[in-house]
């Protein structure tokens, strides 16, 4: 097992992992920088997630049960899946679980990987202190901030990329937390994820073409604006 810190403004991640795989799809997809030791300023995530080939049905179900009984008044938020069940503890921000190998295979995404193992835990998680999620990218300027909402492949990263050229940033790509703060405003955490490029063709994407990075298992290419 082997531990890796990742960091931005709002978050830090504790990941320990006997899955080189995991590594590389969080490498690849998040927008992260790497960290020393937790901040405890920021809103910290254990995620601690081992390898493990099930013989059948029968073994699944036997780690699901143990696993709910390890404790019943913190250990929820569970998810199931043929490859991998993943265990949430809301109160100590923390993500357990167990992941197949077969998840290596070319039919699974990094994207796919990491939605099941840390997005949809993280998302419980945050939501028992009052944060919600909206897939979303977020740009502002000195004056204005515009957060653009739409389904997978609506074409919110062409829209907030295209706002670069006329003095906007980018706040965030994909994946947005909200939550409270001072004065009753909303305040926005942003889960920076690295931008994936849809259409090349589009005018917009020109100038960013040549910092793109195709990675591997058909996933788009993607670039980082950190």
């Not at 082997?2 to 490498?27: E, M």
């Not at 190998?101 to 997005?119: G, V």
């Not at 944060?131 to 979303?136: D, E, I, L, Q």
């Not at 009753?184 to 917009?204: H, Y």
Request: glycine share 6%; with cysteine; aromatic share 12%.
């Amino acid at each position: 097992m082997q531990t890796k810190q990742y960091r931005n403004r709002h978050f830090h991640l504790s990941l320990t992992t006997d899955s080189d795989y995991l590594f590389q799809a969080v490498d690849d997809i998040l927008d992260f920088d790497a960290a020393q030791e937790t901040d405890q300023s920021l809103l910290s995530i254990s995620i601690e997630i081992r390898e493990m080939l099930y013989a059948d049905n029968n073994d699944q179900e036997k780690y699901a049960y143990e696993h709910r009984l390890i404790d019943a008044n913190r250990l929820s938020g569970w998810i199931g899946h043929p490859l991998c069940h993943i265990f949430t503890d809301p109160t100590h921000y923390a993500i357990r679980g167990k992941i197949s190998p077969l998840f290596k295979s070319q039919e699974f995404s990094n994207e796919r990987l990491l939605d099941i193992a840390f997005f949809q835990p993280m998302r419980y998680i945050l939501s028992y202190h009052g944060y919600f999620f909206v897939h979303a990218s977020v740009t502002h300027n000195s004056q204005n901030s515009i957060l653009i909402t739409g389904p997978q492949n609506a074409g919110k990263s062409t829209f907030a990329i295209s706002l670069l050229q006329h003095g906007y940033h980018l706040i965030n790509d994909d994946k947005i937390f909200l939550g409270s703060g001072e004065d009753d405003r909303i305040e926005l955490f942003p889960l920076p994820t690295k931008i994936g490029i849809g259409n090349k063709e589009l005018p917009a994407w020109k100038s960013f073409l040549n910092e793109a990075t195709v990675y591997a298992k058909g996933d788009k290419p993607r670039l980082s604006m950190r």
